[in-house]
């Protein structure tokens, strides 16, 4: 005979004993098999094996993250001293950062950063930093401003001509020659882009030990149309498309050159987004920039470091510019990098902003290209 299934009954106290409470009572009763049970004791200790595997699983990710927060943190901690710094002038306060090496003593040598354009602070949104460790290495100070109308500095740097940064530049000098840390007979400068026009006209008016720049260009309006055309080319646009915004760049030059005011400027057709008034009178006045004639007024090393992909300046025509001009030929040392853009960053690194978060995040001293560090390093044990 076929075994019966165990019952177990759920037990339930009904008062009277009619036939109606009976029958609930039955209903009320239920069964299960010694197979079922094991089938439920199975399912619980699978949830309970589960729920521990999701609690490792949940503190091996915040493990990993920590961990992962921890070496950014190490990656982005820098061997030198940062001092924040506070100069006053006739046109307001310039606040900025002074960077010292950590384990060196004595006086030491000073590179004054000179920004490009943009509303850039002292550290350039830590982008300097790696630059200012190589620096400190070599027992060098850095002294870097937060440009006009950021980071507590006064003014607007909107409202800044080239001659009013080089006027800039010489009150930072001043500043570091009063220093009792910095070696004043070891003072240079680095510069980039724009600071390419401030430098060979702060050459002419201080005694620099040294000039590093980084992609400068020689003409403000050549390099202009040179940017304009070459950014279209890169993002595919028709022959016809970029001759039509180039003649509209040059009705722009044209009101420039007459001294139009901004409403005449707003007025014309334009085929994209307007410049704002302030950065309208800041073009105006410095438009007519060219440093050729100025590259003349370098006395002292320098070092032009160039990217053969940068589509912001002709680099070409910069390189030759400079070779002309600076004489004697034993003064100038060129390096131009393969595969390189304007901020010396790979192409590729350029092209990707999440590579170049990842490196910046996880290898900040790699981000710029190989050998754009060491070429600086050379350069200034040899001077």
Not at 83 to 111: D, N
Not at 357 to 371: N, Y
């Amino acid at each position: 005979m076929r075994n019966q299934p165990e019952l177990h009954y759920l037990s339930l106290h009904v008062p009277g004993s009619n036939g109606q409470a009976r029958r609930l009572y039955e209903r009320l009763s239920f069964s299960t098999s010694s197979e079922e049970h094991g089938l439920l004791s199975r399912l619980t200790r699978g949830f309970i094996s589960m729920k521990k595997k999701a609690i490792t699983l949940a503190i091996v990710i915040v493990l990993i993250m920590l961990g992962a927060a921890l070496y950014i943190l190490r990656q982005n901690t820098f061997d030198m001293v940062e001092q924040p710094v506070e100069i006053s002038t006739p046109q307001g306060k310039l606040t900025g950062l002074l960077t010292l090496p950590k384990h060196a003593s004595g006086k030491h040598g000073l590179v004054l950063f000179i920004h490009g354009d943009g509303p850039v602070n002292a550290s350039h949104n830590d982008g300097y930093k790696p630059l200012w460790e190589r620096l400190a290495s070599l027992g060098f100070a850095s002294l870097s401003f937060n440009k006009r109308g950021i980071g507590g500095s006064e003014g607007n740097w909107l409202d800044q001509s080239i001659s009013d940064r080089v006027e800039e530049a010489r009150q930072a000098l001043v500043w570091a020659r009063e220093q009792p840390s910095i070696d004043s007979s070891r003072i240079g400068v680095w510069g980039a882009s724009q600071a390419g026009w401030v430098i060979p006209k702060l050459a002419e008016a201080e005694p620099l030990a040294f000039s590093i720049l980084v992609s400068p260009a020689i003409s403000w309006l050549r390099q202009g149309a040179y940017n304009t055309e070459q950014q279209m080319l890169k993002e595919g646009y028709s022959t016809d498309e970029i001759s039509s915004q180039m003649a509209y760049e040059q009705r722009v030059n044209e009101l420039l050159q007459q001294g139009a005011a901004y409403e005449e400027y707003v007025q014309l057709d334009h085929p994209g987004k307007i410049m704002s008034r302030a950065r309208w009178t800041f073009v105006s006045r410095n438009f007519t920039a060219d440093a050729e004639k100025d590259l003349r007024n370098f006395k002292s090393p320098l070092l032009l470091l160039l990217g053969d992909d940068d589509i912001n300046v002709d680099v070409q025509e910069t390189e030759r510019v400079y070779r002309e001009r600076i004489l004697p030929s034993s003064l100038l040392t060129v390096k131009v990098f393969p595969d390189t853009e304007h901020s010396m960053l790979r192409t590729a690194t350029a092209d990707s902003s999440l590579r170049a978060t990842l490196i910046s995040l996880f290898a900040p001293r790699k981000i710029t290209v190989e050998g754009y560090m060491e070429q600086i390093e050379l350069f200034l044990r040899e001077i």
